[in-house]
């Protein structure tokens, strides 16, 4: 595949600690590789690094205020190779992810996508962990994440063409967007090719940790399972109806005792909505616990 010519998409913001390492990571060992870098209005002196690596560095967009989707889909039509793959500003290419992107996919008898594994870096490059990529058995299984099985968000490699076919990432999620394409991807029969050599370090940082992010990734990731849902074999709709309910359910009670009664007064409005719910009795407990008939605005 030493004809083909590779494309990445860098989507960064107020990441200048960590973007000329990235960057370093790319040019070191992928001559000629396209790299387009989406700035979402950085304040840090990410603008400096871009232009000392400017000779490298095939286009710069300026997109303030843009989300990562938003960003992403504005590189999308200036891709020009054949294979393309995603990082963020802080995130590491592993020497010899070109060599195993030729030899994986790309060919007319080989997947048209592939993940590969991650190492979990923290800030001062220890690697804190390894996460195994594994192709999940179905499209049901994807949405309802209750195998093993999972696709990385960073670490996936594509056809640039199949990416066209599918059209752009979901701009109304925030969080979830990348997943919501791989399961888009799987709906119509393609299914990944799986690497294990870890290719690609992705930060292990405390904002991506934080409760309320998971929170709003897990919320996400269920709206996308409502929306493919028709995609779904017949046989298992039901499956995962119940599936989204139930982890929609959790993630209610979940914020209910972050959020206090903010939080209890969305599983409020998350009952009236569906009053199944109430069949549960812990949740029944956190409602009377916090929402007592003195405590509700309805009682006024």
């Known amino acids: 595949m030493e004809s083909r010519r590779f494309s990445v998409v860098l989507s960064t913001l107020d990441q200048a600690c960590f973007l000329e390492q990235t960057l370093c990571s790319i040019l070191d060992q992928a001559s000629g590789a396209q790299v387009i870098v989406v700035d979402r209005g950085s304040k840090d002196h990410t603008q400096d690094i871009l232009s000392f690596y400017r000779r490298g560095i095939d286009r710069v967009l300026l997109r303030p205020g843009d989300s990562q989707a938003q ?31 030729g030899r994986t996919i790309g060919g007319a008898d080989q997947p048209g996508w592939m993940a590969v594994d991650l190492l979990s870096v923290d800030s001062h490059d220890q690697v804190r962990r390894r996460v195994s990529s594994e192709a999940p058995s179905s499209l049901a299984a994807m949405l309802m994440r209750e195998e093993d099985a999972w696709l990385p968000d960073i670490g996936m490699f594509w056809r640039t063409d199949l990416a ?11 969080h979830a967007h990348l997943f919501e394409w791989w399961c888009r991807w799987m709906a119509e029969g393609e299914q990944p090719a799986i690497v294990h050599r870890a290719l690609v370090a992705q930060r292990e940082l405390a904002l991506s940790l934080a409760p309320q992010r998971v929170l709003d990734e897990n919320l996400e990731q269920i709206r996308v399972g409502e929306l493919l849902l028709s995609h779904v074999a017949r046989t298992q709709r039901q499956m995962l109806r119940v599936n989204l309910d139930r982890r929609r359910r959790i993630l209610a009670l979940a914020r209910a005792e972050a959020d206090g009664y903010e939080g209890h007064l969305f599983l409020l409005c998350q009952v009236l909505l569906r009053p199944w719910w109430l069949t549960d009795q812990h949740l029944r407990h956190a409602l009377m616990q916090h929402l007592g008939p003195h405590h509700l605005p309805l009682a006024a």
Request: proline share 7%; charged share 30%.
């Open 71 to 101: 960003s992403i889909n504005a590189a999308l039509p200036y891709i020009r190779g054949d294979v393309t793959t995603i990082l963020d500003g802080d995130d590491l290419l592993m020497p010899g992810a070109w060599e195993e992107v």
């Open 164 to 174: 066209r076919r599918f059209g752009p990432l979901r701009e109304d999620l925030q």
